[in-house]
């Protein structure tokens, strides 16, 4: 048993130097294996989180300086309506003028399906705040060239409309503050409501102070995996802020990008720098070609009610929650005396419990 015993200890002793190595040279190396799987971990999560996403700048969608026959019949990917102009720094959609109108739009249907637009523009005038007008829009739409009172468009129209409004109709603004970005999807039947600022049928948005910048002011669309995104950079520092996200909205191919703007009693110049459409490369799985084999017809959102719910949530809130805090204040109040008066009560009743 003692030899049995020794023989033990020996092996012990003999198998720890073997162990040292292992954890020296082995560990270490198990480390570095869960380090590199947990960068591929996330790498793979940020690019799900982009999709993959590869950009290509497609210039028969695209709208940029020198605006080189620009209007003019044949010429050009892209055609001038109303009071738009071209001058040799920007497409002028309205100027500074009463009732105007104008609007720009490409004679190439768009059929990708996923894209994104930067646009560049700029909305100035003498009018002081409050006193300027209506704003612009930026469309993609199954109808062009055609004029109406939606930003210079027509109303009922049949797709995608992200408007730039730089005046409130409606009187009782508690919390929206104007310049405000909103998105629409029409599907031919939607009437946009003007006096209460599109907010019966807006997707969402931001307030965003545009207006006399001296720096350049940008809006950003995305439309990937059904999924519809803007952001704005409008304070000088060249950085995205959202403005709105909206997943499952269902945009058909074949659309005509297009810009217009309009003026009314009160003016402002609106004015197009440059368009640019980039075609996205999307990584799809199977599953995911195979729910999207079916051709998109009619623009629609997903659970667009309860899209309606929130906005009515919202316009509420100013009244609604002045009144919720100071029903909250006063019932904490009530509750309070009606604690202090039933505790006096139970200290007199113990109290009297001693005589």
């Given at each position: 048993?003692?030899?049995a ?5 020996h ?20 480390s570095?294996l ?8 996330v790498s ?7 999709h993959?996403?590869?950009?290509f ?5 695209s709208l ?14 892209w ?7 071209v001058?040799t ?14 609007a ?7 059929n ?6 930067q646009?560049?523009f ?7 705040k409050n006193?300027?007008?209506d704003?612009?829009a ?8 055609q004029k109406?009172p939606?930003?210079g468009?027509?109303d ?6 992200v ?10 603004h508690?919390e ?6 909103l998105?629409?999807?029409g ?22 102070m545009v207006r006399?910048l001296?720096?350049?002011t940008f ?13 704005i950079d409008?304070d000088?520092?060249h950085?995205?802020?959202?403005c ?5 909205v269902?945009?058909p ?9 309009i ?14 459409l ?17 051709e ?31 029903f ?17 009560h ?10």
């Amino acid at each position: 048993m003692a030899a049995a015993s020794s023989s033990r200890e020996h092996y012990k002793e003999s198998k720890s130097p073997f162990i040292l190595i292992f954890r020296e040279k082995i560990m270490p190396c198990k480390s570095y294996l869960i380090f590199a799987f947990l960068i591929c971990t996330v790498s793979r999560c940020f690019a799900e989180d982009d999709h993959e996403l590869e950009e290509f700048l497609k210039r028969e969608y695209s709208l940029s300086k020198p605006y080189q026959g620009v209007g003019s019949l044949g010429s050009s990917h892209w055609e001038l309506m109303g009071d738009a102009m071209v001058t040799t720094d920007q497409v002028r959609l309205t100027p500074d003028m009463q009732s105007r109108q104008g609007a720009i739009w490409s004679r190439i249907p768009c059929n990708l399906k996923d894209w994104e637009m930067q646009v560049h523009f700029k909305i100035h005038g003498q009018g002081k705040k409050n006193l300027n007008g209506d704003g612009l829009a930026i469309w993609y739409s199954k109808e062009r060239m055609q004029k109406g009172p939606v930003f210079g468009n027509m109303d009922n129209f049949t797709g995608l409309g992200v408007f730039v409004d730089t005046y409130p109709n409606e009187e009782k603004h508690l919390e929206r503050i104007f310049p405000f970005v909103l998105a629409m999807v029409g599907n031919g039947s939607i009437s946009y409501d003007h006096e209460r600022d599109g907010r019966s049928t807006e997707l969402g948005g931001c307030n965003a102070m545009v207006r006399n910048l001296k720096h350049d002011t940008f809006l950003f669309i995305r439309y990937v995996r059904h999924r519809l995104t803007v952001m704005i950079d409008i304070d000088g520092q060249h950085e995205w802020r959202d403005c709105l996200d909206i997943p499952g909205v269902r945009l058909p191919q074949g659309y005509y990008f297009g810009a217009s703007a309009i003026t009314g009693d009160l003016s402002d110049n609106h004015d197009i720098i440059s368009l640019k459409l980039y075609q996205l490369t999307v990584f799809r799985s199977q599953k995911e070609e195979e729910e999207e084999e079916d051709e998109i017809t009619i623009p629609s959102v997903d659970n667009m009610d309860l899209l309606r719910l929130g906005e009515n949530e919202e316009g509420m809130s100013g009244i609604s929650i002045f009144f919720t805090v100071l029903f909250s204040i006063l019932g904490c109040i009530f509750l309070i005396v009606i604690g202090l008066v039933v505790y006096s009560h139970w200290t007199e009743s113990r109290r009297k419990r001693f005589y």
